[in-house]
């Protein structure tokens, strides 16, 4: 690497004194920040509980019972986990956390992702002294990573704070690998881009690009590029085959989900609506012009409706402050003194300057070229999600600025310069933020709150006054350093102060009180359904539940509860089921349960199959949404200010065995919306295509038919997460129908020989068994050879037909 003016010896900045003082201080700032949630009695909310919680505590149980949890069946009546890229399965730090702690309470769970963010402050402390940049800059940018922009507001997004923790790490050890052609390094690099990209979301998509990148800009730093890159050649090929190893099946099995999925990819609209609106930008100088931070939740910063084109951000999307001082810095030493614009800082510039162009999407022409024609891209539906990309450039800026301050002084200029350069700096360092106070200014203006907007301005210039006032005072070398530190301190306690247990980021724990101390009649509630599913049970039978408008943490809660929910909360479903049943993304807004032609109530043919018998509403009956179906003539078992609980008709049993079969093009019915009439004691629709694999004709037109009664009887023997084990007695031979939902994957046997799997009444599963008594054994393998070859096989055929449709 070439080294630009700013650069010091390593040896003259990082001994090991000074190396210890520098974690010191990023390990107090570290507890201090995660004290203020245990302080304030409150939890990181919203996806973190109604979502990644209860799929923690839900691996956890499985874990406990020596079950891994492949499949989930108390999630939208059954959910592949293994190919869910929130189910934390793959993650291996939660998987022994999990293992270790399977009932740990929501704060441990909050600390243990919160330790995650020292991954990265750690590995930025290791990118500085690399460079032989000043330690204070390095605690600067270390504090910044742990608790700026959106690794504070969106500390709800478990996984995607995952995958922004491993990217840093990966980075550090790939500048070694490259530099000391070190396989070692090459490993360590290679295992934590591994663990970054198990995210599998834009984050770690994103992340993965810029590792990319500085691939390249190492190569091109060296003497001679095209040599270097050969010489590192095996060693970037071993980590690749590394990450792979580690990449290729959690990624080929959610990509099986995904093209199975509702949202097999993403149209442009959509990830246009989720684009960053420029006046956020205004929040890296005041964090709260837009009542961001306020506990009242008053917010009338850009959302759906503040701003006419409309966004599907919010509040916590559109945040980016990462320190007042750090920004002044940015501008005063950075834009102004040109240090922004040094060869050392070349990558984590450009990065930032990728990051806020994708971030902004639509407000961009480059965005649609980037959806169109980059590979991957139209997976993901939030370009705002580059704001984590964004911090991380913000602060080993401002971390290089403080270097540069300490190490050169306040006002010596990065280089000899024209002077119309130095005024056109100078000019911009004023100009930029005066842009942005006056957008946020007069968007606040035309909200009605341009008096808030201007007090939280006053208190940004008066805290960069006071910072700025105490670094240009200082002429030598050790008292920028004393004033360095101060600043750097200051920083540390302002991010504690606005982004620790913030308003974006922290609510009382008691608003999840099924996790932890329900209310008396809520309990008395959950007692009364629970009592009644554990004697179903006792008999063998596996009825269904449907949670709908209880507040956010019911959602998931039957992860916990080991109740079978025909709902969740969970943008990734399986299209067939949502066509059919219409379950919506979440449970808590009754206008997204929709009842589409196939599930047209709670008394139709298809709920019943579902063997949904019990409803759990925040209502009574009469109080639905008028799209609602009524509830007819449905018991009320239970009944309180905020619960009521709903006993619905008899369902069909959970397994029958059907000796008549019906052909049917299984995407036709649900394009239609209209399930065919049939009698679901002795038959059963079958998809067309599996016909052929039957060794005999069931279909009713068939004149050889025996048309006796049947007498048949189907016992569930034993109901595990991955497999189902039935004994099934039946006089003539037929179908096998267990109403659990059919997915790639799920394999099956009949006194121990391997059968095929059917799909049978639209989204159940069947299989064909002779006459006689039978053990058949439902089991899910997602991970078979056979399995992940057809998903491999799927997507190169998928692939094919786009690029054909495409020509």
């Not at 408008?549 to 299209?575: C, F, H, K, P």
Request: include cysteine; proline fraction near 6%.
């Amino acid at each position: 690497m070439t080294r630009d003016p700013g650069r010091t010896p390593t040896a003259s900045l990082w001994d090991a004194p000074t190396t210890l003082r520098a974690v010191a201080a990023v390990l107090a700032f570290w507890v201090l920040a995660a004290a203020a949630w245990w302080a304030t009695d409150s939890v990181v909310p919203w996806d973190s509980k109604n979502h990644f919680y209860p799929m923690f505590r839900y691996l956890g149980a499985a874990l406990a019972q020596g079950e891994w949890p492949l499949w989930n069946p108390f999630h939208f009546s059954g959910h592949p986990s293994v190919a869910d890229p929130q189910s934390l399965l793959f993650t291996p730090t939660m998987a022994l956390f999990a293992w270790l702690a399977p009932q740990a309470s929501m704060q441990l769970f909050d600390g243990v992702v919160f330790a995650h963010l020292l991954l990265p402050a750690f590995a930025a402390l290791g990118l500085f002294w690399r460079r032989g940049w000043h330690p204070i800059g390095a605690v600067a940018a270390a504090m910044m990573i742990v608790l700026g922009g959106s690794a504070a507001a969106r500390l709800q997004h478990t996984g995607m704070i995952f995958s922004y923790s491993f990217f840093l790490p990966a980075l550090f050890f790939v500048e070694i690998a490259l530099e000391r052609k070190s396989w070692r390094a090459a490993l360590a690099f290679a295992v934590c881009a591994g663990l970054m990209a198990l995210g599998r979301d834009q984050v770690a998509f994103l992340c993965c690009l810029a590792i990319a990148a500085a691939v390249v800009d190492q190569s091109l730093a060296a003497e001679r590029p095209l040599r270097f890159a050969a010489s590192r050649a095996p060693l970037l090929a071993f980590a690749a085959v590394v990450i792979v190893a580690m990449l290729a099946i959690p990624a080929l099995l959610t990509m099986q989900l995904l093209a199975d999925s509702n949202r097999p990819a993403i149209s442009y609209g959509v990830a246009a609506m989720n684009s960053l609106p420029p006046s956020s930008l205004v929040t890296l100088l005041a964090p709260n012009i837009f009542g961001t931070l306020n506990h009242t939740y008053d917010y009338w910063g850009p959302m759906w409706d503040t701003i006419p084109e409309g966004t599907y951000t919010d509040r916590a999307v559109n945040y980016i402050f990462a320190g007042t001082i750090p920004a002044v810095l940015l501008l005063w030493q950075g834009v102004a003194r040109g240090r922004l614009f040094t060869r050392d800082l070349r990558f984590f510039g450009l990065v930032g300057v990728f990051a806020v162009i994708y971030a902004l999407g639509r407000y961009t022409p480059v965005f649609v070229q980037l959806f169109d024609h980059v590979p991957g891209i139209s997976l993901y539906r939030r370009p705002a999600d580059a704001t984590f990309l964004i911090n991380i450039s913000l602060a080993f800026c401002a971390g290089y600025c403080v270097h540069r301050y300490v190490t050169d002084g306040a006002g010596a200029a990065a280089e000899r310069i024209r002077p119309w350069i130095a005024r056109l700096r100078q000019g911009a360092a004023i100009l930029i933020p005066l842009g942005l106070v006056v957008s946020g200014l007069v968007f606040s203006r035309r909200v009605g709150h341009l008096t808030e907007a201007s007090v939280q301005v006053a208190l940004f210039v008066a805290i960069a006054a006071v910072g700025l006032s105490l670094a240009m005072q200082q002429t030598s070398r050790r008292t920028r350093a004393i004033a360095a530190a101060l600043l750097v301190a200051a920083t540390g306690g302002e991010l504690v102060w606005r982004n620790a247990a913030s308003a974006l980021n922290a609510e009382p724990a008691s608003r999840y009180a099924i996790y932890n101390n329900l209310k008396p009649a809520d309990f008395a509630g959950l007692n009364v359904l629970k009592r009644e599913l554990d004697e179903r049970h006792a008999r063998g039978e596996r009825p269904r539940v449907e949670i709908l408008g209880l507040t956010g943490a019911w959602q998931n809660a039957s992860m916990v509860l080991g109740i079978e929910d025909t709902v969740g909360y969970n943008a990734l479903r399986i299209a067939e089921y949502e066509k059919a049943v219409g379950p919506g993304e979440n449970a808590v807004e009754l206008r997204l349960r929709q009842f589409p032609g196939t599930f047209r109530g709670y008394r139709c043919n298809l709920a019943r199959l579902l063997g949904l018998e019990y409803l759990v509403l925040d209502r009574p009956a009469d109080k639905l949404p008028r799209h609602f179906p009524r509830l007819g003539s449905a018991t009320l078992l239970y009944a309180s200010d905020a619960m009521w609980i709903y006993r619905l008709a008899p369902a069909a049993p959970r397994a029958y065995v059907a000796t008549r079969l019906k052909p049917v093009e299984t995407e036709e019915v649900l394009s239609d919306e209209e399930l065919p009439e049939f009698d679901r004691t002795t038959e059963a629709l079958i998809d067309k295509s599996d016909m052929e694999l039957l060794d005999a004709n069931y279909t009713t037109e068939d004149p050889s038919a025996d048309d006796r009664p049947n007498a048949a009887k189907v016992t569930i023997q034993s109901y595990k997460r991955n497999a189902v084990k039935l004994i099934v007695s039946t006089e003539k031979a037929g179908v096998l129908v267990l109403h659990d939902l059919y997915y790639p994957g799920w394999e099956v046997s009949v006194d121990g020989e391997e059968k095929t799997v059917l799909k049978a009444n639209l989204l159940f599963r069947g299989v064909e068994v002779p006459a006689g008594e039978h053990t058949v054994e439902f089991t899910f393998r997602p991970l078979s050879a056979d399995n992940l070859l057809t998903a491999a096989t799927d997507l190169v055929h998928r692939d094919s037909a786009a690029e054909t449709a495409t020509r």
